[in-house]
């Protein structure tokens, strides 16, 4: 047989069918669903008369409009909202489909949730009308974002009209240095690629920066690829993954357990495949990175200065002074001198446990800089009830910071969580979009370390100043 | 899903790189559960100020595009989310084509869904078509579907590429579920055969 690449293998898999020009019914194993993409879809079953094809395969979970604090148990205030939360209700149960509602403690990131529940294994195609369900491909199982006429076709049909995407490696090689995180490396691998760099591609992460990395670790890199414009991310499962995944409720048991994980073991890249692009990254050139525009790819080392457009060339030159005028900077301010008023610590990014306990690291006996609003939302119910038991959360309130229940909250600010016009906002999310998280509002993109150490001192900051 | 055919129309320039999918149709407007609507909010926060009217400067807003089909636009459109709701609100608005030297990849796919032509076209004839647009309303763009051909008002033409399948489903206003429907014969025996192979899926 020929060599071939993980991607390769778990498209074979996976194709129900093929036409002449390349065009595939690729199965679908788990679908997940929230609120936001998914009631025109389930309105498009009901005036068909359709069924959901696999309602076991299929799980859903309300997070971008809930609101974070107590008060929500008393329902939400938005009235669309409300609304939106409420058809996600109506449709898990008319459809019979899994689902995690607002007061069930593993209620949570649609992201954070299928993987925590064990939904998500490796060698699965995974999909969810949101383009960060690339988060799962941390377990080597092939995710990817879809709009909402396809969530329709996958409740359906559960399957996805698909084309095959081109292959590309990303390799860190050797250590990362202290300070430097999972954040760094996928926002690096951004500014080197640019935001258009992987589109057509699905991209998998290898090397030895990427086999240390932890499974939240892992996932954090994936959740960005789309940012790259690839279709996916991936990464090969290891011994790690599956100790990961062993004892999740979903997860196989016992003789099943056994067959998955010889399967799972035959899931990597041949030695010898053939890719369409490679990149190779030194994991010791990746210092502590932050963003200073409004796309993922505007990042640069925390020791750097702002630019200015003239080191730019072609459409990005326009782009560039529109992002500094938005941003309101002066190209060749250190960034360690840019002010921000705000910080939060969540989404599928960096809502994870191993997320929370850096940031502790950098919080302990530490208090937040006096008029700075700093918030912590936990990725799920579950995350938060294990940070309590574990005294981060004390740590988080003694620092200053608010401690919240789980949602997408500030990350979209979709729900009461927003950035007011001209607010600055050090943020441990994926976008820095224009009024992303809030009209006018301003993003840094930072590591969970990184957040922590500008809440402290209320300007961006280079953490390692503090480990 | 509506048909796409041929188009002659308006044109609009949108020359900026990385317009992604917060700024086509801010969240704001996607605590909707309809489709339909969105056309007003197209661009939002480009198009009108914090008092709600519209920006004088902003292209669509300009007389001579207000009733724009074609949009010609910077590389990399459409990048960010997968809301559907940005091709919705182009729909809505009267735009029917889009055409960069690149798209993100489910906004791509998203737009044939709803019978939206995005176009990809190398960078020098990007910039012509964008020259093009410039002139406003006087100046029609022509986008045949069937003959994969873009024509300026100068009745200067670009052949384009389109994805066969894409094409014969946009000019015959299919629609993909009921497509899949007929295939299920093959889903039922992929199922079949993975329950067997894979039984802890
Ligand atoms: S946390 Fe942010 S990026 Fe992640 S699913 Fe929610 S809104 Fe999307």
């Known amino acids: 047989m020929s060599p071939t690449t993980l991607y390769d293998k778990i498209w074979d898999a996976h194709v129900a069918d093929e036409t002449a020009d390349g065009t595939c019914l690729l199965y679908i194993d788990r679908h997940l669903v929230h609120e936001v993409t998914s009631p025109q879809a389930f309105e498009g079953l009901r005036m068909a008369g359709r069924k959901v094809r696999s309602p076991d395969k299929t799980i859903a979970v309300p997070d971008h409009n809930v609101p974070t604090t107590p008060d929500r148990v008393n329902g939400i205030e938005n009235e669309q909202s409300r609304i939106q939360v409420e058809a996600l209700d109506k449709n898990a149960r008319d459809f019979g489909i899994h689902y995690y509602p607002v007061d069930d403690i593993r209620q949570g990131i649609v992201h954070i949730v299928g993987p925590e529940q064990g939904w998500t294994l490796p060698g699965m195609t995974v999909v969810c009308g949101d383009s960060h369900t690339a988060t799962h491909g941390a377990f080597g199982s092939l995710a990817h974002g879809i709009g909402t006429s396809e969530v329709e076709h996958v409740l359906a049909t559960q399957t996805l009209i698909q084309k095959k995407s081109k292959n590309m490696k990303v390799e860190i090689t050797g250590k990362l240095l202290p300070g430097v995180t999972a954040k760094d490396i996928t926002l690096s691998v951004i500014g080197h690629t640019g935001t258009a760099g992987g589109t057509g591609y699905v991209i998998e992460y290898c090397g030895e920066a990427i086999r240390d990395l932890s499974m939240e670790g892992r996932m954090t890199v994936c959740n960005m690829a789309i940012e790259g414009g690839a279709r996916a991310g991936l990464i090969a499962p290891d011994q790690k993954t599956f100790d990961y995944v062993m004892g999740r409720p979903h997860a196989p048991k016992g003789a099943q357990w056994e067959a998955a994980l010889t399967w799972w073991k035959t899931l990597y890249s041949d030695d010898d495949a053939a890719w369409d692009q490679v990149i190779t990254i030194k994991a010791e050139d990746i210092a502590p990175v932050v963003t200073w525009g409004t796309s993922p790819e505007d990042v640069l080392p925390i020791t750097a200065n702002v630019p200015a457009p003239s080191d730019f060339e072609g459409g990005k030159v326009e782009a560039v002074e529109r992002a500094l005028d938005y941003m309101d900077l002066t190209p060749g301010t250190p960034l360690t001198e840019v002010e921000i008023d705000t910080v939060f610590i969540g989404s599928c990014t960096n809502g994870r446990i191993e997320d929370l306990r850096a940031a502790a690291g950098i919080l302990k006996g530490r208090k937040i800089k006096e008029g700075m609003r700093a918030m912590i939302v936990p990725g799920s119910g579950l995350v938060r009830a294990q940070a309590e038991e574990e005294g981060l959360a004390e740590i988080f309130l003694a620092a200053g910071f608010e401690w919240r229940l789980a949602g997408c909250s500030m990350c979209l600010a979709m729900n009461p969580d927003q950035l007011e016009p001209g607010e600055r906002c050090a943020a441990t999310s994926n976008r820095n979009f224009e009024g992303r998280q809030g009209r006018g509002g301003r993003t840094h993109l930072v590591s969970p370390i990184m957040a922590a150490a500008a809440a402290i001192t209320g300007r961006l900051t280079d953490v390692r100043e503090m480990l | ?201």
């Open chain 2, 1 to 201: 899903m509506d048909k796409f055919t041929k188009i002659t129309g308006v044109a609009a320039p949108m020359p900026l790189i990385n317009i992604d999918t917060d700024m086509i149709i801010p969240k704001l407007f996607l605590k909707t559960i309809k489709r339909s609507g969105l056309g007003v909010n197209l661009f939002d926060e480009m198009r009108y100020d914090d008092d709600r009217n519209e920006r004088p400067d902003f292209v669509l807003n300009k007389p001579a595009y207000r009733n724009t089909e074609v949009l010609v636009a910077g590389d990399n459109f459409g990048c960010g989310s997968s809301r559907e709701h940005a091709p919705w609100a182009i729909k809505d608005f009267g735009i029917r084509c889009v055409i960069s030297t690149s798209f993100a990849d489910i906004f791509f796919s998203n737009c044939f869904k709803n019978g939206i032509l995005p176009i990809v076209m190398p960078k020098e004839v990007v910039d012509v078509l964008l020259k093009d647009a410039e002139k406003g309303e006087n100046a029609r763009m022509s986008v045949d579907l069937e003959a994969q051909t873009v024509t300026t008002s100068d009745g200067e033409v670009f052949p384009f590429e389109v994805d066969s399948f894409k094409k014969h489903c946009l000019l015959e206003g299919l629609d993909d579920i009921g497509q899949t429907m007929n295939k299920i014969a093959a889903i039922d025996g992929f199922e079949a055969k993975a329950s067997v192979e894979r039984p802890w899926v």
